[in-house]
């Protein structure tokens, strides 16, 4: 009889325990991390992936000027970019998104760009010869290393980012700098110019992926997209 008291009870405190750690666990919130606002590990892990075409894949390309520059670039001529971007020290360049809309945000709101209400991008269909070469990077400091030795290269693709300059550009900026004249003259074929007004253009690395997505020029949602900037 006392045993069975005795285990009786025993049995209501393990009860009773039991119902306060579960009390204490459902009003005590876990910690939770919060995205980094620069290019880290959390951010890379949890952001949406996408695909940007490899460099020897025929695909349109995009490039973002002002209003003066388009007609030049119609036909690209490399040794104009010898005076400025990244690569002005060896051979020059002709940088290249495959992106509407990145294209557009770096003409619009990279910092140290004159200001200007619209932004002109071109669009090209890109196919490359079968002999390309070409230098893939996955960071910045990969891409930059990779430039002082160009001449090996016809173009070097990678990651777009400089936590000064572009911090309002889409954290899934791609570029493609092509750097061979013969190849941009011969495989890099003006399609067209979008007109699109500033005001419509997303500033901010937190440019949904799904945007930049529908700015590539072979996504089905493309022209319905690219009519929502320019219209």
Not at 55 to 75: D, M, R, S, W, Y
Not at 116 to 136: C, F, Q, R
Request: aromatic share 8%; with cysteine; net charge neutral.
């Amino acid at each position: 009889m006392i045993y069975s008291s005795l285990q009786s009870l025993s049995l209501k405190c393990l009860l009773a325990g039991l119902v306060a750690l579960l009390s204490i666990t459902s009003i005590v919130a876990l910690p939770t991390a919060s995205p980094s606002d620069d290019l880290g590990d959390y951010e890379q892990l949890f952001k949406r992936a996408l695909i940007h075409p490899a460099g020897n894949q025929k695909f349109p390309l995009f490039h973002g000027t002002i209003p003066a520059n388009e007609a030049a670039l119609k036909v690209p001529d490399l040794s104009k970019s010898h005076t400025e971007g990244d690569l002005h020290t060896k051979c020059g360049g002709l940088y290249l998104t495959d992106s509407l809309i990145a294209a557009a945000q770096f003409v619009c709101h990279q910092i140290g760009k004159a200001p200007t209400d619209k932004v002109h991008v071109l669009m090209y269909d890109w196919s490359p010869p079968a002999s390309i070469k070409i230098h893939e990077t996955k960071t910045v400091a990969e891409q930059n290393a990779a430039a002082q030795t160009c001449k090996a290269y016809d173009m070097l693709t990678g990651p777009m980012y400089n936590e000064i300059t572009d911090k309002h550009l889409t954290k899934d900026f791609w570029q493609y700098a092509l750097i061979n004249q013969k190849i941009a003259t011969d495989n890099l074929k003006y399609r067209q110019t979008f007109v699109i007004p500033c005001t419509k253009v997303h500033k901010g690395r937190d440019l949904p992926s799904t945007d930049y997505e529908k700015g590539q020029g072979l996504n089905p949602g493309f022209s319905a997209y690219a009519k929502t900037l320019t219209g």
